[in-house]
């Protein structure tokens, strides 16, 4: 949790009265129904500066209709920024991946919060691993362009060398050996959420195409 969000640092019963008191104060100022305050942790506890806004969460903790905190009518997808949805699908093209499909990973990964920073070190919009960032030219993480560029081309590897999404996806989730020595999508819970919500959000976003 950030000091700079909440002033002074808290010990856990401190953070705890602090959450609570965010909530009431979202759900007074939007007349919004009542926030589970397990919903509520788990959006704090994951990109700050992009979870009050709609974006929810970390790699492999979205469920395919992903809840925004300010009630039903706020959905995930009108949180995107204009400017890295472009980028998104610029860095996919030139790529060879469907931009649908790139667009739903960052969800999954990131919820687009260019800055994000998970607790096993992974980096940026695609949660690139620093030494695999190095590997694909990614200089700097957090510029979005190089960013997606760099997830982009990961994904793409991936691709050929597995020739099925899902088994490409579970391999940017889990890791190329993981998937080859489980002969397919590992048999782990975080991942098999990870390749199913992707899928379930590309296959809702060939429904109701981009305009």
Known sequence: MSDRMLGEPLGPGG???????????????????????????SVLSGRLDGALSGQIGPGGSLSPNPVSP???????????PP?????????AN????DP???????????GYSVNSRSSAGALGLTQLMPETAAGLGVTNPFD???NLNGGAKYLRQQLDRFGDVGHALAAYNAGPNAVVRHGGV???????RYVRNILNRVRQAKEIPHG
Do not use: C
């Open 15 to 41: 953070v705890a009265a602090r959450m609570a008191e965010i909530r009431a104060e979202i759900q007074a100022k939007l007349g919004a129904p009542a926030i589970p305050a397990a919903t509520f942790s």
């Open 144 to 146: 979005p362009a190089q």
């Open 70 to 80: 300010f009630g039903p009518n706020v959905g995930v997808e009108d949180t995107v």
């Open 83 to 91: 400017g890295l949805r472009a980028l998104t699908r610029q860095a």
């Open 100 to 110: 649908d499909l790139l667009e739903a990973l960052v969800h999954e990964e990131s």
């Open 94 to 97: 030139s790529n060879g991946v």
């Open 186 to 192: 590992p048999n782990y819970p975080e991942t098999q």
